[in-house]
């Protein structure tokens, strides 16, 4: 079997490795750092124009092959491995959690506190914008002050967003622009937005996707990178407790691989890190690796999400930019000793019933000039989309498992993913619903305006957790850098280490946690390296 | 290696019915090129014109020659489901097309339509009716958008930061309105 050594193993090659590696390469130049991504590299920005009309017009698969066939998993909300991740295709949305996040436990009485400063993660938001590429308007509440401004200008709000706006202030709520990793003017050798309206598959470049990052860093010999090898073990050699091998195998060819280095650190997502811990069980370690707690794969959480199509008496345009929105922060404090609800809150244009459809509302059918001339009445309203997600906290038998009845092609049993409330989320939920209720009721008061439906998301989103930090070994696994408690040379960076999911977009979040750890890993990495 | 029997048979098999998938795409309208030229006419806006809708029925027909049946679809986000597309629909619209009176008429089109028990415009055309994924392939797109709303919005066009805070422009009419 091949064994490649280096100084530092990273395995997974998503959002989190790609600034983790960035920024190594920048605290410890000439080190080497090898990366291993179970999934295909899809570095074909040339293509991705063919591959947007294909989706539009065909429904296809934007991603051609980002997914691994026999790689499914109960209870995932992406089946995209590929190097760069989910965030090849997201949309970019870069909010910031609030302090009350950290402090749920010192405030509320609720779940747990992080175990870090508001301040100090602050900062590390600040480098991830600045990486990134945020464009964004900063918000106008003192409780979301800044240390420093965002790199880029907001995107210009449409003018559907500016009818919204108008509409949704009038319930005395502020709206404004929802910062995005898009680039509103030309940034870090990518390209301005030009407004194609198709951010899942950007096909300029303009907005942020890791394969950017890691060709930058492989046309500079700065990385190794090990694409379509998956790590199906970590191992513990001797009597210590560091890890010494990451033992997989190359999925193009079939062989066996091993990696050896003095840290290992796994991005690999909220899904697949505490999976390769759990799957790295032995005779010692009966309960996989830096699972002494028994909590690897524990506290897996997210936030719900409730919608709401509102439809008002304004003409709008749809298909201006569908996939910005306006933001309001107004929810994210909560005044201690009030009932608890924390959340964000979304407008975005819609189309929803108001597109063409076959038949009127008494049944007759509509053909040619009738269909047209019954879509342009109805198009003479507009329709927003107004959606929350909020604030749950994970009971601790929210779980990743190893599911025992399906396995992969190497005979490894998948991941399965069973979410669960802890009691005081459980217990609010009415109080949670009727407070929606009358946000939507409160946007519905102006210009004539018509709730059409309100929705529960289902399931959570923006997931998280599964190797959460603490303090205390015997009550998280990492500590707030993501080394292991039980591993000195093990890191997990990004989602897996969330105690909590806040209440907006997550991403931002993970990466300014990632690179927060990178500057202890650095400290890490042995000096002859 | 050399092949197995077993794959090898597996192997030219998958050859021939690409091959199928591939003639019949490629024969897409065959002998029913004017039937679906009368269909477009009749269920697409006047405002187009028979210029315009026999345009219409070329794309679609471009549409369908390049269909690619088996390719992998989105998987989806919160839901995830690897799906891969439908069959060519080609063998299926042939008939339908075919079990068209000509001259048509608009009381055949709705019998057709009733027949097949479709409620609504499909997302994507498939391969469950001709008449109405030649419907949804026109109004479903961004060109009916824009005359839908009499704008230049241009949904699926890569068309840059500028003035997007602005009412679009008003869309350019169809020859016939104009007229």
Known sequence: MPTIESDVCIIGGGISSAMLAQKLSELRPGISIHIVEAGRKLFDLENRMEHRRRSLAYGENAWPGDFIADQPAKGIISRTMAVGGSAMHWGGTCNRFSEEDLRLKSMYGLYTDWPMEWADLEKYYCEAERRLGVSGEPSPLPEDARSQPYPMKAMELTYNLLELKKWGEKSGLPFWSTPQAKNTVPYDGRAQCIRCNTCAICPTGARYSPDFTFKQLLAANKIALHDQTQIRRLSVEGAGTKITTATGVNRATGQPVEFRAPLFILASGYAWSPHLLLLSRSSRFPNGVANRSGLVGKYMNGHEFISAFIEIDTKLYPGMNETHALISRQYFRCKPGDPYVRNDLRIWESAMDHEPRLRAKSGKLLLGDDLLNDWRTRAQRGTARVRSYYDVHPDRNSALTLDETATNKFGDPLPKIEHRLDAATMARKGATKQHFQTIFERLARNDGAKILSTSEGGYLDHPAGGCRMGTDPSDSVTDSYGQAHDHENLFVVGSPTLPSAGCTNGTLTFVALTLRSAEKIATQIPKHA | ?179
């Open chain 2, 1 to 179: 290696m050399p092949m197995r029997r077993r794959t090898a048979l597996q192997w030219l098999a998958g050859i021939g019915s690409s091959f199928r998938a591939w003639s019949q795409s490629t024969a897409f309208p065959g002998d029913q090129a004017a039937t679906l030229k009368e269909l477009a006419a009749l269920v697409l806006p006047s405002s187009l014109g028979r210029a315009g809708t026999d345009q219409i029925a070329a794309k679609f027909e471009r549409y369908v020659r390049e269909y690619r049946p088996g390719a992998d679809t989105e998987h989806g986000y919160g839901f995830t489901r690897v799906r891969p597309k439908p069959p060519s629909p080609v063998a299926a619209y042939l008939s339908q097309l075919a079990a068209l009176p000509m001259p048509l008429n608009r009381a055949a089109v709705e019998a057709a339509i009733e027949k097949a028990q479709i409620k609504d415009l499909p997302r994507l055309p498939e391969g469950q009716n001709v008449i109405t994924d030649l419907m949804s392939f026109y109004f479903r797109g961004a060109e009916a958008n824009d005359l839908c709303y009499q704008a230049a919005i241009q949904r699926e066009t890569c068309r840059g930061l500028a003035g997007s805070s602005k009412v679009p422009k008003p869309f350019p009419k169809p020859i016939k309105e104009r007229a």
